[in-house]
């Protein structure tokens, strides 16, 4: 989704996309059935960093001077009296400070913590002259800076849960230019693991291979629909399924006590409690499912679609009805994704799943929806559409009197371009014409569309920009929107992700590939670069996005795909368009996640790309 619409217009367009896919085609793999889970060693809870607040003396803590760790005027503890105080000298400087530990194994949780505070003479504002790294073991965790000083100190906190059973050394390391001090401050180091002493849960995704069967009937503007779906799933970890949650996304916009999505008589499970703000629902089966083996609930559903032009809402006589029909959620080693609706981006995250979806609406309605759609005659005045689509993750529709054309991408895509009343003749037709050159373009560099036909509904009042789903994507009148909506296609919709955890996967991703497919090489976009925090990462989840949604589209989408630009930079035009056409192929109809991507990207190169992902912060 593009967040908001000026930007849509706008020279520099953000644009929406959605990489990922990482897992293998279609059913994540599983175990052998009958194969029982390796034994986990038992944790015991522990903090391994000895002296973290240096106030018992200097071991055993490797310092470069005697005068790092100190009790000097100058600086102030955060706890006790002393601390680690790194340069500071206003001259050509590095100071060290490292501490060897070693981590439980069996732990599921490590976390590193540390208390730092940064104050420095330097008045830049963009450049950074003077550097803290952090690291464990190789890996580096964090670059600080002149430009990140602040009053006081700020916790920084690192999950550093993988190297559970190593013994790895922490260290920090400050290095100064030739003039203007900069003093980097740390006390009450601190490594915490913790965890149960039982195995870590089975990380397969599940419930996987969904089919959904959908049959609803609508009033005569479309604003109502009601009817039966029904889920079939199996159940791929090894670890036994007792329970399912349905995601019922639009109950965000209604209240708990008028959901505008309904969901009574359940079959296959018995219906627990709305959670979330009444978006997921919670069904426990009938009996659990172990490895392999497959199960089917049922359900009446109810759909208010609410007044305004949104991917949820109808615009006087034209309705959209995007994340209307309930979805399964994903289930890993993390547990279950319950993650809330965000209007600043998206939430949504489910496996490829196949749709059959009939749809009885008066005739004077066209029905634009995701998939391959054939009408028939229904009752008196009214038309059925049978919509089929396999292996997507979501299935969206819009109803009213549109005006439609059609035509054929040259490598013989079937475009379908539906109009609200507002939007000309000309404007349409040109529309028609970006989106058979843009499917044919990201088709061309990441892998042949799969969805047969593509729908595109066009209301210029859409305060978002444009929206993606599988084969269908509402827009404006904007080339750039309608290019970028498409490329979702491929991320988020072929190559999938966990969009509120990850969201750079699916919107730099597309960004990046809009910016191909127009010609744009993204030259010297890097250097406009400025970070507002320390905190500010491409990679973090829309949580932190909608507690800072104006730095949203920015970053994510920005500096996101410079990023990518910068990386084929680096890699050459060449390899990078071979890594992510491979990359594409290797998570298609499955999901992808940021380490992954790194580690492609790293294969693909002899270059180490280590420094690369911290000066971009790539975190992952």
Same mark, same amino acid.
């Given at each position: 989704?593009?967040?908001?619409?000026?930007?849509?217009?706008?020279?520099?367009?953000?644009?929406?996309? +959605?990489?990922?896919?990482?897992?293998?085609?279609?059913?994540?793999?599983?175990?052998?059935?009958?194969?029982?889970?390796?034994?986990?060693?038992?944790?015991?809870?522990?903090?391994?960093?000895?002296?973290?607040?240096?106030?018992?003396?200097?071991?055993?803590?490797?310092?470069?001077?005697?005068?790092?760790?100190?009790?000097? &005027?100058?600086?102030?503890?955060?706890?006790?009296?002393?601390?680690?105080?790194?340069?500071?000298?206003?001259?050509?400087?590095?100071?060290?400070?490292?501490?060897?530990?070693?981590?439980?194994?069996?732990?599921?949780?490590?976390?590193?913590? /540390?208390?730092?505070?940064?104050?420095?003479? $330097?008045?830049?504002?963009?450049?950074?002259?003077?550097?803290?790294?952090?690291?464990?073991?190789?890996?580096?965790?964090?670059?600080?800076?002149?430009?990140?000083?602040?009053?006081?100190?700020?916790?920084?906190?690192?999950?550093?849960?993988?190297?559970?059973?190593?013994?790895?050394?922490?260290?920090?390391?400050?290095?100064?230019?030739?003039?203007?001090?900069?003093?980097?401050?740390?006390?009450?180091?601190?490594?915490?693991?913790?965890?149960?002493?039982?195995?870590?849960?089975?990380?397969?995704?599940?419930?996987?291979?969904?089919?959904?069967?959908?049959?609803? &009937?609508?009033?005569?503007?479309?604003?109502?629909?009601?009817?039966?779906?029904?889920?079939?799933?199996?159940?791929?970890?090894?670890?036994?399924?007792? $329970?399912?949650?349905?995601?019922?996304?639009?109950?965000?916009?209604? &209240?708990?006590?008028?959901?505008?999505?309904?969901?009574?008589?359940?079959?296959?499970?018995?219906?627990?409690?709305?959670?979330?703000?009444?978006?997921?629902?919670?069904?426990?089966?009938?009996?659990?499912?172990?490895?392999?083996?497959?199960?089917?609930?049922?359900?009446?559903?109810?759909?208010?679609?609410? #007044?305004?032009?949104?991917?949820?809402?109808?615009?006087?006589?034209?309705?959209?009805?995007?994340?209307?029909?309930?979805?399964?959620?994903?289930?890993?080693? +993390?547990?279950?994704?319950?993650?809330?609706?965000?209007?600043?981006?998206?939430? /949504?995250?489910?496996?490829?799943?196949? /749709?059959?979806?009939?749809?009885?609406?008066?005739?004077?309605?066209?029905?634009?929806?995701?998939? *391959?759609?054939?009408?028939?005659?229904?009752?008196?005045?009214?038309?059925?559409?049978?919509?089929?689509? #396999?292996?997507?993750?979501?299935?969206?529709?819009?109803?009213?009197?549109?005006?439609?054309?059609?035509?054929?991408?040259?490598?013989?895509?079937?475009?379908?371009?539906?109009?609200?009343?507002?939007?000309?003749?000309?404007?349409?037709?040109?529309?028609?014409?970006?989106?058979?050159?843009?499917?044919?373009?990201?088709?061309?560099?990441?892998?042949?569309?799969?969805?047969?036909?593509?729908?595109?509904?066009?209301?210029?009042?859409?305060?978002?920009?444009?929206?993606?789903?599988?084969?269908?994507?509402?827009?404006?009148?904007?080339?750039?929107?309608?290019?970028?909506?498409?490329?979702?296609?491929?991320?988020?919709?072929?190559?999938?992700?966990?969009?509120?955890?990850?969201?750079?996967?699916?919107?730099?991703?597309?960004?990046?590939?809009?910016?191909?497919?127009?010609?744009?090489?993204?030259?010297?976009?890097?250097?406009?670069?400025?970070?507002?925090?320390?905190? $500010?990462?491409?990679?973090?989840?829309?949580?932190?996005?909608?507690?800072?949604?104006?730095?949203?589209?920015?970053?994510?989408?920005?500096?996101?795909?410079?990023?990518?630009?910068?990386?084929?930079?680096?890699?050459?035009?060449?390899?990078?368009?071979?890594?992510?056409?491979?990359?594409?192929?290797?998570?298609?109809?499955?999901?992808?996640?940021?380490? $992954?991507?790194?580690?492609?990207?790293?294969?693909?190169?002899?270059?180490?790309?280590?420094?690369?992902?911290? *000066?971009?912060?790539?975190?992952?």
């Amino acid at each position: 989704m593009r967040p908001t619409p000026l930007k849509a217009l706008a020279a520099r367009v953000l644009t929406v996309a +959605a990489l990922a896919a990482v897992s293998l085609p279609g059913t994540p793999a599983a175990a052998s059935p009958g194969t029982a889970p390796a034994a986990a060693a038992a944790c015991t809870p522990a903090q391994v960093v000895t002296n973290g607040g240096f106030e018992s003396g200097t071991s055993p803590w490797t310092q470069s001077s005697t005068s790092v760790i100190t009790s000097r &005027t100058g600086q102030s503890a955060h706890g006790g009296t002393s601390f680690a105080w790194l340069d500071g000298t206003g001259g050509t400087h590095t100071d060290t400070l490292s501490q060897s530990v070693t981590i439980p194994s069996g732990c599921s949780s490590a976390s590193l913590t /540390f208390w730092l505070h940064i104050d420095t003479a $330097e008045t830049t504002s963009s450049t950074a002259y003077d550097k803290l790294t952090a690291k464990i073991g190789s890996t580096t965790l964090a670059t600080y800076s002149n430009l990140n000083k602040a009053s006081g100190y700020v916790q920084k906190t690192f999950d550093v849960s993988s190297f559970a059973g190593q013994t790895v050394t922490v260290a920090f390391t400050g290095t100064e230019d030739s003039s203007l001090q900069t003093s980097f401050v740390l006390d009450d180091i601190a490594l915490n693991t913790s965890g149960g002493t039982t195995p870590p849960a089975d990380s397969t995704r599940t419930p996987a291979a969904p089919g959904y069967t959908v049959s609803l &009937t609508s009033n005569t503007s479309g604003t109502s629909w009601s009817g039966h779906e029904s889920v079939t799933f199996t159940n791929a970890s090894s670890t036994s399924l007792s $329970e399912v949650y349905l995601r019922l996304w639009d109950n965000y916009h209604g &209240t708990c006590s008028a959901m505008p999505i309904t969901v009574s008589n359940v079959s296959g499970g018995t219906a627990g409690s709305l959670s979330v703000a009444c978006t997921a629902l919670q069904i426990s089966l009938s009996s659990p499912l172990a490895q392999g083996q497959s199960a089917t609930i049922g359900f009446d559903l109810g759909i208010t679609v609410p #007044s305004g032009a949104d991917r949820f809402g109808y615009d006087g006589a034209f309705v959209n009805i995007g994340n209307a029909l309930p979805v399964l959620a994903v289930k890993d080693g +993390a547990g279950w994704h319950l993650d809330p609706y965000t209007n600043n981006g998206e939430s /949504f995250y489910s496996l490829a799943a196949d /749709f059959k979806v009939t749809l009885d609406h008066p005739t004077s309605l066209l029905v634009p929806a995701t998939g *391959t759609s054939v009408d028939t005659a229904g009752s008196s005045g009214r038309t059925v559409t049978t919509a089929t689509a #396999s292996k997507v993750r979501d299935f969206a529709w819009a109803a009213g009197p549109f005006t439609k054309i059609s035509g054929t991408s040259t490598a013989g895509t079937a475009i379908n371009i539906y109009s609200v009343s507002g939007i000309s003749s000309s404007d349409a037709q040109s529309m028609l014409s970006t989106a058979k050159s843009a499917v044919d373009a990201h088709a061309a560099r990441f892998g042949a569309y799969p969805y047969g036909e593509l729908d595109a509904v066009i209301d210029n009042n859409y305060w978002f920009g444009g929206m993606e789903y599988p084969g269908f994507v509402l827009d404006l009148v904007s080339t750039t929107a309608l290019t970028h909506e498409i490329g979702h296609q491929w991320f988020y919709g072929i190559v999938g992700d966990d969009e509120y955890n990850s969201p750079w996967l699916d919107e730099a991703f597309t960004d990046y590939a809009t910016d191909l497919a127009q010609g744009k090489t993204g030259t010297s976009c890097w250097s406009s670069v400025s970070w507002a925090s320390s905190a $500010e990462n491409i990679t973090n989840s829309m949580a932190y996005w909608d507690a800072h949604s104006s730095r949203y589209s920015t970053v994510v989408y920005g500096y996101g795909k410079c990023a990518l630009h910068d990386l084929r930079r680096v890699l050459g035009d060449t390899v990078m368009a071979n890594l992510l056409k491979s990359y594409a192929g290797s998570h298609w109809y499955g999901v992808s996640t940021t380490a $992954e991507f790194k580690a492609a990207a790293q294969a693909a190169t002899t270059t180490d790309l280590t420094s690369f992902w911290t *000066t971009h912060r790539i975190v992952g």
